[in-house]
């Protein structure tokens, strides 16, 4: 389900049961299939006629990753023709990044280089991967060989929102590749990021820890 930014607060009670949290953001032109292929994963439906995506939106899904629930916040922004930065919160706290291509534009490829450098300023460690969406349109491309990936040591996995080729796949792998990161960070501030996670669960079984023994928890003092 498409929601927007508005009603985040009733899905997030989902977070709560969940094991683990995950954010993958989505990069690329405009147009190039990005709303289309999380519709495609979320819903396993395809509607061809729908505008440009305006400003944010957040999809939730809840996968199982080994014996972990884990709640994903998909965040779509709409691409542009030409690159603009994008606001750093876009990119704050992701846990992995899927960069999409329309193998029908050569352009929306050459792209990828300004989207990348500008991921790589903020998230300088998410696993990313390259998507070359719209293959159903000239099966011939898959035949092609797109260097970006390979360049940049990135997995590369050709994809058709339209006919769904290779789409949960190349979403069940990042979604994995996120929970991994968000695990074993090997960037500073996520450390940083995921110890103060860890402090806030410890925190919480405490309190209940105390509320079981009859104890109240202690309030937050207020200075
Ligand atoms: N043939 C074909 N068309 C596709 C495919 N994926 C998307 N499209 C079409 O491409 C157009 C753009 O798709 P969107 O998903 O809206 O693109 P977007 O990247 O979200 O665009 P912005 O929100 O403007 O950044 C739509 O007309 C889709 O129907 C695909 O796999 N094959
Ligand atoms: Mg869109």
Same mark, same amino acid.
């Given at each position: 389900m498409a929601d927007e930014v508005g009603s985040i607060p009733e899905l997030d009670l989902k977070k709560y049961d969940a094991d683990e949290q995950v954010k993958i953001i989505c990069l690329g032109? $405009?147009? @190039? =299939?990005k709303s289309k292929l999380m519709e495609r994963f979320l819903m396993d439906e395809f509607r061809p006629q729908q505008s440009s995506t305006y400003a944010l939106t957040l999809y939730k899904h809840t996968a199982n990753v080994g014996n972990k629930t884990v709640a994903v916040d998909f965040w779509d922004t709409a691409g542009q023709e030409r690159f603009q930065n994008m606001h750093p919160s876009y990119y704050h706290t992701a846990h992995a990044c899927i960069m999409v291509f329309d193998v029908q534009r050569k352009i929306t490829y050459k792209n990828l280089v300004n989207w990348y450098k500008e991921l790589r300023e903020y998230r300088p460690e998410i696993p990313c991967c390259v998507v070359a969406n *719209?293959?159903?349109?000239?099966? *011939? @491309?898959?035949?092609? $060989?797109?260097?970006f990936g390979k360049k940049h040591g990135l997995p590369f996995y050709f994809v058709s929102?339209?006919? =769904?080729?290779n789409v949960v796949k190349m979403f069940r792998e990042m979604i994995k590749r996120a929970v991994d990161y968000k695990q074993n960070p090997s960037d500073f501030m996520d450390e940083v990021m995921q110890e103060l996670e860890n402090f806030d669960l410890e925190k919480k079984e405490d309190n209940s820890a105390a509320d079981e023994d009859g104890l109240k928890a202690e309030s937050p003092e207020t200075v």
């Amino acid at each position: 389900m498409a929601d927007e930014v508005g009603s985040i607060p009733e899905l997030d009670l989902k977070k709560y049961d969940a094991d683990e949290q995950v954010k993958i953001i989505c990069l690329g032109d $405009s147009a @190039v =299939g990005k709303s289309k292929l999380m519709e495609r994963f979320l819903m396993d439906e395809f509607r061809p006629q729908q505008s440009s995506t305006y400003a944010l939106t957040l999809y939730k899904h809840t996968a199982n990753v080994g014996n972990k629930t884990v709640a994903v916040d998909f965040w779509d922004t709409a691409g542009q023709e030409r690159f603009q930065n994008m606001h750093p919160s876009y990119y704050h706290t992701a846990h992995a990044c899927i960069m999409v291509f329309d193998v029908q534009r050569k352009i929306t490829y050459k792209n990828l280089v300004n989207w990348y450098k500008e991921l790589r300023e903020y998230r300088p460690e998410i696993p990313c991967c390259v998507v070359a969406n *719209k293959i159903d349109a000239d099966l *011939k @491309v898959t035949q092609r $060989s797109f260097n970006f990936g390979k360049k940049h040591g990135l997995p590369f996995y050709f994809v058709s929102a339209a006919d =769904g080729t290779n789409v949960v796949k190349m979403f069940r792998e990042m979604i994995k590749r996120a929970v991994d990161y968000k695990q074993n960070p090997s960037d500073f501030m996520d450390e940083v990021m995921q110890e103060l996670e860890n402090f806030d669960l410890e925190k919480k079984e405490d309190n209940s820890a105390a509320d079981e023994d009859g104890l109240k928890a202690e309030s937050p003092e207020t200075v």
